[in-house]
Structures are given as C-alpha cells and as structure tokens.
C-alpha cells in the first residue's frame, strides 16, 4: 500500500537534547511538508520542501532543521533551540507543489518534553 | 498565519441529523478543501472546491463556496457516529513565483451521538 510512514509515534525529549522524526512515503510525491498541531491551534506549517535538495520554511521554522537527500524521505530534526517542542508533528506530501494541492497525511509522531 | 475559520470550533449532534460547519477566509483564494481528523491521527482529504466553482457534492458531503463573502460551508447529511471527528478547512493561494501554500483553520470538532 502506498502511503506516508511516521516514526516514532510517541518520542520523548529531555531538555537540551536534539530529537529527529522520521518522514517516509512511498507515493512518489515530490513535495512533503512539516507540519505541527497544538490543543486548538490548528496546523502551522514548519518546513516545506518541493524537490530534493531544497526546502522552504514555513511560518514557525525557528528551532527546527530539515534535510530532503531522497525524494521518499524527509525528516526533521526539532533542536534544543526550540522553546515549546511538546506537540503533535505531522508529515504531509503531494504529487507537486501546485495550485490544485491535496495533501496525503502520516500518523503523526507525538514528541513530549520531560 | 491562519487564513481560515471554521465556525463553531465543536458542534454535537444526534446520530442521523445533519452537521453543518462553516469557514472564513480572508485573501484570495486558488481552491479550498476540507480535511478530516480522527482523534490523534493524520488528516485525510475529503472533498476540493475551486475558485469558479459554488457547490460540490461527495457522497453525503455537500461543500459551498461564496468567494464574495470569502466563505465556505461543509454540510454532512445523515451523521453517523462514525463521523465524529475534528474538521478543517485548508485555503490554497498562490504565494509567488509559482509556488502554492496551503494554510488551515482551527477546525470544527464535530461529535455525534449515537
């Protein structure tokens, strides 16, 4: 089945530390996206990245760095500069960056800060 | 930044009534599309209008869009509990040099009682 892969589902952090999510999809999509999710804010977009070896940020890419080396993988790495880290962070991806834009969701990984 | 607003943030009904969500905007918009969410998973894509079109129906999904009032509505017939769900609206515009951002609202949790 074709599809976006998150990894882990729950991480946990303690301050200080560098922590990165894993992104995989296998749907031949070139552009994946970064996105966190808190209790009533909505989705805000951290990274985006629309062929390898590029990438854009987002509205709240402060704390946080990408790397897109393959098309299928695209994980970010939440750092230490990160004030408020504990969230939900969801991976997206769509066939390209274009104005008929449907994004295809992972799970989520949930990282909480100790 | 958050370009939509879904209107109410929850909403509960009982199992075989409809659920109506609306969604605000503020600039011109390419397409608009709503998501749905299951609690602590993915979004999943539901249904896209654009820009030129008013109505648009999926199964026993019914999606408007007035671009004069920059509004959306999102109408569900004949819940099920199994709808129960957060719902959001993403806007799609075009951020320059032919690149096209996606941005959601705060979403709508809608739940259904059986």
């Known amino acids: 089945d074709g599809g976006i892969t998150q990894s882990p589902k729950y991480l946990f952090r303690k301050e200080g530390q560098n922590v990165t999510l894993s992104c995989e999809q296998n749907?031949?999509?070139?552009?994946m996206y970064w996105y966190r999710q808190d209790p009533g804010q909505g989705l805000r977009l951290i990274y985006y990245s629309q062929i390898v070896n590029d990438f854009q940020k987002g509205d709240i890419a402060e704390g946080y760095s990408v790397s897109r080396e393959k098309k299928e993988s695209f994980p970010l790495t939440v750092t230490s500069a990160q004030k408020n880290p504990t969230a939900f962070y969801l991976c997206a991806s769509s066939m390209f960056n274009s104005g008929a834009n449907v994004l295809t969701f992972g799970a989520g990984s949930r990282l909480t800060v100790l | 930044s958050q370009q939509g607003e879904e209107d109410p943030q929850a909403l509960s009904i009982q199992e075989g009534e409809n659920a109506t969500m609306n969604c605000s905007y503020k600039?011109?918009?390419?397409?608009l599309q709503w998501y749905r969410q299951n609690s602590g998973r993915g979004l999943v894509h539901l249904i896209l209008?654009?820009?030129?079109?008013r109505e648009k129906h999926s199964g026993r999904l019914r999606v408007t869009l007035d671009t004069s009032k920059k509004s959306s509505s999102l109408l569900i017939t004949a819940s099920r509990a199994a709808d129960t769900a957060s719902y959001f609206c993403a806007t799609v515009t075009n951020s320059g040099a032919g690149s096209y951002q996606l941005t959601f609202g705060k979403g709508t949790k809608l739940s259904v009682i059986p």
């Open positions: 209008i654009r820009s030129n079109e």
């Open positions: 600039t011109s918009i390419n397409n």
């Open positions: 749907l031949n999509h070139d552009a």
